[in-house]
């Protein structure tokens, strides 16, 4: 069956960057000058995927507002023969199918993956989670999605952390080597000694309709939260479930010194910024 559809859980509060996100969406917050969310809508179009449900929260406007036309500052833009920025403007409303759901109550990740049931239906689907964002240059999704074709079941994004980090992540215990492993469990951010390996869940999932039966009767876990990944343990006993261990650049834009050092980088690879930005931090750091 073809994968047509992602869903995108964008309801958190964004607490790590109060008061920046008081009054906007952290998914909105820019990585350069782009929001964050819509690299990752980008990247769903990539990998095929032309129906986007965003599980949104309180500020929904935001979002709404930047995957919508803009008129106003669409008819300024032209009436400055202002071309380029007027493409710029006009891009995020024409990437894809957009719809939006309110989470209500934030009862966690896996609460919000289930709100998205009733527009999915019975067909696979991806989740992309907004604050991991996985370089254009590295298809990740698209490879997973042609995984899930083939084996059908379930595929989760894996990625090889040290030890001491495995406890902020979802971590999966995995049978088989190489990039493509079968999933045998998984567990929420488990303490180090618990881990059973060292392979984290990164925030991209292709993921068979059945995880909605099973979400429906998942109880709260890890911070009393309804957690994905407690859904997805006892999805591993139902259906296939494999993992693709990524190697390629991910950035995560969900702590601020991550952030931080992600807007750093996309900004150093840009023609239009990174030299005149590099030029100013090799002067700058001796100075530090
Ligand atoms: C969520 C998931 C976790 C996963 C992580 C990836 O955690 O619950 O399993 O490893 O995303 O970014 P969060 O970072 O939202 O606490």
Known sequence: MTIRKAVIPAAGLGTRFLPATKAVPKEMLPVVDVPAIQYVVEEAVRAGLTDVLMVSGRAKRALEDHFDRAVELEQVLEAKGDAERLAVVRAPSELADLHYVRQGDPKGLGHAVLVAAEHVGNEPFAVLLGDD???????????????????????????????????????????????????????????????????????????????????????????????????????????????????????????????????VRLASERDDLGPPLLAWLRDWLPQQ
Do not use: W
């Open 133 to 263: 964002l996985i370089d254009a240059r590295d298809p990740l999704l698209e490879e997973m999605v042609k995984i899930q074709e083939r084996e059908g079941g379930s595929v989760i994004a894996l990625m090889e952390v040290s030890p001491e980090q495995v406890s902020l992540y979802g971590c999966a215990a995995v049978a088989g080597s190489g990039d493509v492993v079968q999933i045998t469990g998984l567990v929420e951010k488990p303490a180090v000694e618990d881990a059973p390996s060292n392979l984290a869940v990164i925030g991209r999932y292709v993921l068979s309709p059945t995880v909605f039966e099973v979400l429906r009767r998942t109880p709260p876990g890890r911070g009393g939260e309804i957690q994905l990944t407690d859904a997805l343990q006892e999805l591993v006993g139902l259906e296939p479930m494999h993992g693709v261990v990524f190697r390629g650049r991910r950035y995560d834009t969900g702590d601020r010194l991550e952030y931080l050092k992600t807007v």
